[in-house]
């Protein structure tokens, strides 16, 4: 599904490269966590794998194919079988939460498609089933700006659900979810990938959870691979180096205060 090779790549914006030299491969259905210290480049890698961010060097194939040598069309193609779920997922205020998860489904619908489910929404059981499996039945017609930080967290999940996409790209899901949501979240995102066969890539501050749940770990340190392990085999010792100078994240992970699951959340009601 993936392979990077010597991959070299920036954010917009940044003058040195922030990835320096990638490798990875990813066989299709594989599972794998990324950890590594805040700014080791995570977020980055995930955009470059969702073809969202051309690398300035190295090589990349998704699928088989050069996302950065294909037509405007192709390249939509591939990206359609792609599914990125961002750290803070941009869902428009107002949207109500069926609409918010339906998004999914645009890459692969038409335009007149797209437009008559916004006046209709089309596959309701299949909304109501993905919500249901994140802890969120009776949100269906909720409006987005009304959920707590930790709902939209995983409505941006239940997205996934509803993709038809083959490679789900996850950047750090469970920021804003307490600890027993988190786990239901993740076993669940698991066990769907591995029914469909859908590659799994999930970056996360909670190393614990990642050891726990994910066979393969990818441990990513100043733009770089540190190891590239199975869960089993990664020690204290890997994780002392990886977290190096940065020894307060391995023990406390950073957390969203303000989008905490249990924040309480303010409606303000207006026209
Ligand atoms: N637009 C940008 N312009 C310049 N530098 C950037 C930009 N975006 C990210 N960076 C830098 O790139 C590095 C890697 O950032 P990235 O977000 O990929 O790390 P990360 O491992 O995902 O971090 P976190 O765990 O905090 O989300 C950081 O040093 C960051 O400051």
Redesign the pocket.
């Known amino acids: 599904m993936l392979d990077l090779k010597a991959l070299c790549a920036a954010?917009?914006?940044?003058q040195a490269d922030?990835l320096k030299g990638i490798d990875l491969q990813v066989a299709a259905g594989e599972q794998l966590a990324l950890i590594?210290p805040?700014?080791?480049?995570?977020?980055?890698l995930l955009h470059v794998l969702a073809a969202a961010l051309r690398p300035r060097s190295g090589s990349l194939e998704i699928a088989g194919q050069s996302p950065w040598r294909l037509s405007a069309a192709e390249l939509r193609a591939l990206r359609a079988q792609i599914f990125l779920a961002p750290?803070a997922p941009p869902l428009p205020p107002r949207q109500r939460v069926v609409t918010a998860v339906l998004a999914a489904r645009l890459p692969a619908w038409s335009l007149l498609r797209s437009l008559r489910s916004l006046l209709a929404p089309v596959d309701l059981a299949e909304v109501q089933a993905a919500l249901a499996r994140f802890d969120l039945a009776g949100k269906l017609f909720e409006r987005v700006d009304r959920l707590s930080g930790g709902e939209r967290q995983r409505v941006a999940l239940a997205r996934a659900w509803l993709s038809p996409a083959r490679l789900w790209l996850v950047d750090?899901p469970l920021s804003a979810l307490d600890p027993q949501r988190a786990v239901q979240a993740l076993q669940a995102l698991r066990e769907e990938a591995q029914a469909r066969g859908v590659s799994l890539l999930a970056?996360l501050?909670h190393v614990d959870l990642a050891l726990a749940h994910f066979p393969r770990i990818v441990g990513?340190r100043e733009g770089r691979v540190l190891f590239d392990l199975p869960a089993a085999e990664v020690s204290p010792a890997h994780l002392r180096e990886l977290y190096a100078q940065h020894e307060e994240e391995l023990l406390a992970p950073p957390v969203m205060p303000l989008q905490a699951e249990t924040a309480a959340v303010t409606v303000y009601p207006c026209r």
């Not at 954010?11 to 940044?14: E, F, L, Q, R, S």
């Not at 805040?38 to 980055?44: F, I, L, P, V």
Request: charged share 10%; proline share 6%.
């Open positions: 954010p917009a914006g940044a922030v590594g805040s700014g080791a480049g995570k977020t980055t750290q750090e970056s501050h990513l």
